[in-house]
């Protein structure tokens, strides 16, 4: 999970900028906006995440990408009538999202698979239902594997389910959060108990409105990218350092020992988005290895907006990701932080990764 704190994206120290935006609400309040990101290397239990190699093991030890390590829902025709770096709106025009994603699991090079669309104890979902395009991650806790539980199967479900409530079109798109609150409470309803932890991100394009809703619980997140530069971005929560917000199924006797919080404490956002502008949704496996001005050196070269183009750039943002988790003498996004904590880390942190990277295009039926 994202461990830098008070900076963006793992970067400097212009975090609260992000907030200052036209057009941006947040349930945030000022004294909020400099949150200071921490996590502690110590304390083991399935509510937190580990350190570097050995502690790392308790987070997530993935599997490998399925689907091919991509998948595309179209409905429809999309049309992308922008350029690159966003137009003016245009009242009366329906807007759609182009989205393709790509995505490792921290045990890709042990050939582990899985079925669905997870990479490694992260899972996702993209879906549609008439004018709005909704997008959710979700990172598993992988310290529940130290209980003999599978991390995965709990993010997995809930990303499933988060899915389905919106084909059926039981939602509202400006409530991201009712999604990710009829989800859990779905999952606490199974006859069958699902023991596990998560956090989670979804995001919602109302095409009609042109307005992005989105609902973030823990430190995965999302970034609205407008010619070449960040102007709108999720807020991560943490408890303590180390100690992200997540949802949580505990076994019978242990509720009050395992940490769990509401998914109504999910920081809340909207924003007016253009035609053009660049959506990247993805969990920590992403954040905590590439700092912002990476992510944007990537993005700069998507110079078109069909679904080749864009799952292309997926494949090198997320390729890159991985291969600098395994650089030893990486000075990843992680390591600076922790190096900011006392600790003497140094190298990328090898973690699954999950990238969902979408344009904003004109719809068409």
Known sequence: MRVYSDCQGGGGKAYVNYFTEE???TTKTPDNRGLIRRRSLTGRCPGQRGGREGVWALIKTGVSPCWGMLSVLSYGRLVARAVL????????????LVTASYGFGKDFRKGILKKGMCYGDDACFIARHR???????????????????????????????C?????????????????????????LQNKVPLLGS???????LDGRSHRLHACNLGDSGFLVVRAGEV??????????????????????????????DSPEAADSSSFDVQLGDIILTATDGLFDNMPDYMILQELKKLKTTNY??????????????HNLAYDPNYMSPFAQFACDNGLNVRGGKPDDITVLLSIVAEYTD
Not at 164 to 179: A, C, D, M, W, Y
Not at 198 to 204: D, E, K, L, N, R
Not at 308 to 320: G, H, M
């Open 23 to 25: 057009g941006r609400t």
């Open 308 to 321: 080749d183009s864009i799952l292309q750039t997926a494949q090198s943002i997320a390729k890159q990701a």
């Open 131 to 161: 004018t709005a395009d909704v997008l959710g991650v979700a990172d598993g806790v992988g310290g529940w594997r130290d209980y003999g539980v599978d991390p995965s199967q709990f993010s997995a479900t809930l990303m499933r389910t």
């Open 85 to 96: 770096g966003g137009l003016s709106q245009t009242d009366g025009r329906d807007y759609s």
């Open 198 to 204: 998560s956090t989670a991100c979804i995001v919602v």
């Open 163 to 187: 899915e389905r409530l919106v084909k059926e079109g039981r939602f509202t798109p400006s409530n991201p959060v009712g999604i990710l609150t009829s989800g859990y409470y779905e999952l």
């Open 231 to 260: 102007v709108h971005r999720s807020d991560e929560q943490q408890h303590y350092f180390n100690t992200p917000f997540q949802l949580s199924i505990a076994p019978p006797g242990a509720e009050g020992v395992v940490l769990s």
